[in-house]
């Protein structure tokens, strides 16, 4: 059993059921059952009121890269903010975004030369589908007013970004009559990814599937502005990893049908995967690419649009011809955020950030194995620091009645094991900060086996 709450949370939670609206909740459920008070956070751990640790096996929402309260972001945020705390980014600039860009630029493909600035991951989004189709314009494309998407994709909730995603889902197809044209495509799951593969006609599908990407352009090609895809994992999809070598026909196929490619890698990037971007493993280069999330290392809300001189182009002119690019936010570039996120690059160039990574890969890769022995267990695959397996009865094999709400009630007996995790449907995973010690790992897995019933 946990332990009990200190008595001032009790006054505490009352005020947030009273008056806090919680993201991706039905609130009704946190009249029995309230939301977990946080007190702190450290490393790889949150500290909860209780006086409990647990390790942040989701990084809390794939924000955490390097860990909570790493002492070198935290002292860039207070030597900023004591200096310049916020400016606004239209008609000024300033260093932290100069330096953002600096240093940002020589990690990311060759081809992207410009950057926006804005402030979540959605909104990198928004700006990306509206640079494309603005931008198809300009150059002369007037038919181009739809958009391409993989089938099962997450791009952010902002309308823009739903109407890019996966529409058939209980969170976004009530807004379909709001939402702008999208094709959809979808693309098989790669089982190299899996811990016990099954590759019996593998390279027959992965045949077809190219055929498929290549009809869906005879199709559609003529009328899209842009295609946009997650990279190699389709996370809140429910982690689906898919072929690097699609990735590569998409490139070629909105090349050869004049297509923008939009790369989000909101949740990919920063080493997650295992290099940098997870568009570096198949060779490929977007017209427009999507940062966020660990950009800042998790510490504030930060977002970058980048684009190639190609498309910043169609948008030089003289202020009276209409090609400005009239879009913008509050906290577009915060100094703040930007030395934050200065911070967050240069441990990569300054630590063995991406070896540690390589060996958290191994260990999740370990972990994953044992999972997959279990019988409520399917398809445990992983990628990077990126572990993931789909949830079943053992009795029966097949998944769980989602009224049962099975990943709920896992999430939260995992809490009094001391391990946060927050499964997506029947899709369980775990994607810790870069920075967590693989014993950790290990140790969660052990967790989970014991309460999946396996020990």
Not at 249 to 272: K, N
Not at 397 to 405: E, F, I, V, W
């Amino acid at each position: 059993m946990p332990t009990p709450l200190p008595p001032d949370w009790s006054d505490r939670l009352a005020l947030d059921r009273a008056h806090v609206w919680h993201p991706f909740t039905q609130m009704q459920v946190h009249e029995a059952d309230p939301p977990v008070p946080l007190v702190g956070a450290e490393g790889c751990d949150l500290l909860l009121a209780n006086g409990e640790r647990v390790l942040d096996g989701i990084s809390s929402w794939w924000t955490c890269l390097h860990g909570h309260g790493h002492p070198r972001l935290v002292s860039a945020l207070e030597r900023q903010a004591a200096k310049l705390d916020h400016a606004m980014f239209a008609g000024f600039t300033h260093e932290p975004a100069l330096e953002l860009v600096t240093r940002l630029r020589p990690k990311l493909p060759a081809n992207l030369t410009r950057a926006f600035f804005s402030d979540d991951g959605s909104t990198a989004v928004e700006v990306a589908l509206k640079m494309a189709f603005q931008a198809q314009l300009q150059r002369g494309e007037q038919g181009r007013d739809r958009f391409g998407a993989l089938r099962g994709g997450y791009h952010g909730d902002t309308l823009g970004a739903v109407g890019v995603g996966e529409l058939e889902n209980f969170m976004t197809g009530l807004f379909r009559p709001l939402l702008l044209a999208c094709e959809r495509l979808e693309v098989p799951e790669d089982p190299r990814r899996e811990v016990h593969p099954d590759l019996t006609g593998w390279p027959a599908r992965l045949d077809a599937a190219r055929e498929d990407l290549r009809t869906f352009f005879n199709l559609h090609g003529g009328r899209l502005a842009a295609f946009i895809a997650e990279p190699l994992i389709q996370c809140a999809g429910g982690m689906r990893m898919w072929p690097p070598e699609l990735l590569q026909e998409l490139r070629s196929q909105c090349d050869a049908f004049g297509v923008y490619l939009i790369l989000d890698e909101v949740a990919t990037g920063f080493g997650r995967t295992g290099t940098f971007l997870a568009s570096e493993q198949a060779a490929v280069a977007p017209d427009l690419l999507c940062l966020s999330k660990g950009l800042s290392g998790g510490t504030l809300p930060l977002s970058m649009t980048w684009a190639t001189e190609a498309i910043y182009g169609h948008f030089w002119g003289e202020p009276a011809s209409g090609r400005a690019f009239l879009h913008g936010h509050s906290f577009t570039a915060n100094p703040t955020a930007c030395a934050v996120a200065c911070a967050s690059l240069a441990l990569f160039d300054d630590e063995p950030v991406l070896a540690q990574a390589t060996a958290l890969s191994a260990t999740m890769r370990e972990a994953f194995a044992l999972l997959a022995g279990h019988p409520a267990v399917r398809q445990a695959r992983s990628l990077g620091t990126i572990g993931a397996c789909r949830l079943v009865d053992p009795a029966t094999g097949r998944a769980h009645d989602p009224a049962a709400r099975f990943g709920w009630r896992l999430h939260r007996r995992a809490l009094d094991h001391g391990l946060l995790v927050r499964p997506i449907g029947d899709c369980l995973y775990l994607m810790p900060p870069l920075g967590t010690p693989p014993a950790r790992i290990a140790e969660a897995a052990e967790t989970l086996l014991h309460l999946l019933g396996g020990g």
